[in-house]
């Protein structure tokens, strides 16, 4: 589940478009230095996502057609499912790690200390 703001940053007052969590299909990574996000596709790491799925005992097939259940391989943990994640994602051009708890940022100043403003606010996935 995501969910797409506007956020204000509290140190410049820089406003912004922000998402924060995935969706479905894919997860979603901030920079770990400038706040850059990316999204890593399930189907990149498809192998790691139906170990995980094995793994965490969910009983349903997942929308995109993922059925841990019918995993073959070795289940894996949700913690390594996002080490795994992290490793694909890679390095930032800023020369930043992708991180699944890395804070938002402001693109103008990169102070973390960011709000959702509240004024508009879409639910996606
Ligand atoms: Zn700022
Ligand atoms: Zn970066």
């Given at each position: 589940m995501g969910r797409a703001y506007q956020a204000v940053c509290k140190s410049c007052g820089h406003t912004f478009p922000a998402s924060e969590g995935g969706g479905f299909s894919f997860e979603s990574l901030r920079c770990d230095q400038c706040g850059e996000d990316t999204a890593v596709s399930h189907n990149d790491v498809w192998e790691s996502y139906l170990a995980m799925l094995k793994g965490g005992n969910f009983a349903f097939p997942e929308?995109?057609?993922?059925?841990?259940?019918?995993?073959q391989g070795e289940p894996i943990t949700e913690g390594e499912f996002r080490r795994r994640v992290e490793a694909k994602a890679g390095?930032?051009?800023?020369g930043g790690q992708f991180k699944f708890d890395a804070p938002l940022r402001c693109?103008?100043?990169?102070?973390?200390?960011?709000?959702?403003?509240?004024t508009r606010e879409i639910m996606f996935d």
């Amino acid at each position: 589940m995501g969910r797409a703001y506007q956020a204000v940053c509290k140190s410049c007052g820089h406003t912004f478009p922000a998402s924060e969590g995935g969706g479905f299909s894919f997860e979603s990574l901030r920079c770990d230095q400038c706040g850059e996000d990316t999204a890593v596709s399930h189907n990149d790491v498809w192998e790691s996502y139906l170990a995980m799925l094995k793994g965490g005992n969910f009983a349903f097939p997942e929308p995109d057609g993922a059925d841990g259940r019918t995993y073959q391989g070795e289940p894996i943990t949700e913690g390594e499912f996002r080490r795994r994640v992290e490793a694909k994602a890679g390095i930032c051009s800023c020369g930043g790690q992708f991180k699944f708890d890395a804070p938002l940022r402001c693109p103008a100043c990169r102070s973390a200390s960011v709000a959702d403003d509240g004024t508009r606010e879409i639910m996606f996935d």
